[in-house]
């Protein structure tokens, strides 16, 4: 067999080439919003005349468009800029235990409409997939009228494999389910299936506090437990089989409270908003309410709980922070409300202990985009193919 001539080899590269650079100035104006070109090719490193033509490009695919006010960062003329289309959408699905939520999401991160099904008790796998194709059929006829979908994403509160299967979620009672596949048949699109919490921590490096930060360590609370997601280089840690990041079930206290992993003492059972809400005698609160009743509470026994909870957490996070050395710890959702609550007392805990000098400087941040990072995290799952490869996977217009 003889050798590939030296013309096909630069042939191909170039082609790879051109494909990754394609890659990078959709990825920017996706996570960036509207760029002028001479900004384009600043982030990228690439001359005016390439990212002309890598512009002209995705226009022609119908992945940007022209914006007339793409923001300068100076004053004067607005120059002409370039944005993600968002017509070119992907749906965010989320599973609950009480509900099925399904947003209409569009390149470059904007929620175009959200429908919500309350349910009275955690859904069966079957029962997810016709909830979620109901909800889908009532957004079709405005989907097909003004949009061109790539897929779907979706986020379940769980261990969920790289091939979509949910090995176990206890919040829902799903284990070894083959969710992506089963909503692919129900939906007739592609799926992709993830944690909650590493599309979460996705999403936030993308477009929240993460955003130009290579290290971050994100972890998120709620009723249905703590979820955690590292960002390396850029890059969610999967770990074997993409099961990293289950930071909740971490054991901090050994005999403590029974987990439903079946340990004691993990994080999420002796860190649980239920003990809050018992003593608030609430059954239940968004982060909103939450962050308002705690703000003002009064009640030692509260108070003293916040108190032991925060302590806890800090503890955590100062094995955490030891482990991986992130430059910022981003808190999601329940544990935004205790970081607010209690700024000070966590991040002096998690300031002071950790042994390696580049952990004094870590962050402790909240994350920055509250509910809506639930509705926009999943479609990122669907955007993944799109944003690496966008001539091969340019929906048809
Ligand atoms: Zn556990």
């Given amino acids: 067999m003889s050798p590939p001539s030296p013309q096909t080899v630069g042939r191909t590269t170039n082609e790879e080439v051109r494909q990754q650079n394609l890659s990078a100035v959709l ?6 919003g509207a760029q002028s070109r001479s900004a384009i090719g600043t982030a990228t490193g690439l001359n005016r005349s390439t990212v002309t033509g890598l ?15 793409a923001p300068t960062g100076r004053a004067g003329r607005p120059s002409l800029g370039v944005a993600a289309d968002d017509a070119v959408v992907a749906l965010s699905v989320r599973a609950e235990p009480d509900a099925v939520t399904v947003s209409l999401v569009g390149l470059g991160g904007s929620v175009h409409s ?56 206890p919040p829902l009672g799903w284990k070894r389910e083959h969710i992506a596949t089963r909503v692919e048949t129900a939906l007739g699109m592609p799926v992709t299936a993830g944690n909650d919490s590493s599309v979460g ?61 079946g340990r004691r003492g993990c994080l999420e059972a002796e860190l649980h908003p239920q003990r809050i809400l018992n003593l608030l005698n609430r059954r239940k609160l968004d982060e ?5 009743e705690l703000g003002v509470v009064r009640d030692p026994a509260v108070i003293a709980e916040i108190t032991r909870q925060v302590d806890v957490l800090s503890i ?25 609550t209690s700024r000070e007392r966590l991040s002096n805990a998690v300031r002071i202990d950790p042994v390696a000098s580049e952990s004094r400087t870590v962050r402790i941040e909240r994350a920055h985009m509250r509910s809506h990072l639930m509705q926009i995290a999943p479609a990122e799952l669907a955007f993944a193919r799109l944003l690496s490869d966008p001539v091969a996977c340019a929906p048809p217009r």
């Fill in 27 to 32: 990825q920017l104006v996706h996570t960036d």
């Fill in 55 to 69: 512009v002209t490009e995705l226009i022609d695919l119908g992945l940007a468009r022209e914006t007339s006010a």
């Fill in 114 to 169: 959200r429908v919500r099904h309350d349910l009275a008790g955690a859904p069966s796998p079957r029962r997810f997939a016709q909830n979620t194709a109901a909800l889908v059929d009532g957004m079709r006829a405005d989907i097909d009228r003004h949009y061109r979908l790539v897929g779907a994403g979706l986020a379940v509160p769980g261990l969920v494999d790289n091939a979509g299967t949910v090995m176990f979620a």
């Fill in 201 to 261: 921590a996705m999403a936030e490096a993308r477009f929240g506090v993460g955003r130009g930060i290579s290290n971050m360590l994100y972890m998120d609370g709620s009723l249905n437990g703590i979820g955690g997601g590292l960002i390396f280089d850029g890059t969610l840690l999967r770990g074997t089989s993409g099961f990293a990041g289950e930071l909740g079930h971490t054991v901090v206290n050994p005999g403590g409270t029974k987990c439903a992993c």
């Fill in 288 to 292: 909103d309410e939450l962050d308002i």
């Fill in 316 to 340: 955590a996070l100062t094995n955490f922070v030891n482990a991986f050395a992130p430059e910022v710890v981003v808190l999601a959702g329940y544990l935004g409300v205790l970081l607010a």
